[in-house]
């Protein structure tokens, strides 16, 4: 299950469905990943939206399109947790892919 693309997924939902304390899952995934549980997930989110991005058959999808499948709530978050995992926008992600499929 990609869990990440519940939109209104928190540390206390994610626990529950994986059966454990809340405190527990925090903890193992600051100590395991050095992150918070939002930089966690996000993390997915921006690996998800990146795929969609380089597939030639989701050309189609606007940003937006790609907001919403990649399970961020907002447009701003996902512009700012992908520019920090990625260093650039998403618009010149998708440019600079489309580029190295052509060449």
Do not use: C, M, W
């Not at 990146?50 to 512009?79: C, M, P, W």
């Amino acid at each position: 299950d990609k869990l990440f693309l519940h939109k209104n997924l928190t540390v206390q939902r994610f626990a529950d469905i994986v059966n454990l304390p809340t405190r527990e899952v925090s903890q193992a995934i600051n100590t395991q990943y050095g992150s918070n549980f939002l930089e966690f997930v996000n993390a997915f989110r921006v690996e998800e939206a990146k795929r969609l991005l380089r597939d030639d058959e989701q050309v189609h999808l606007t940003i937006g399109d790609i907001i919403r499948k990649s399970g961020f709530n907002s447009k701003s978050a996902f512009h700012r947790f992908f520019k920090r995992f990625t260093g650039t926008t998403p618009t010149a992600y998708k440019e600079q892919s489309a580029s190295e499929a052509a060449g």
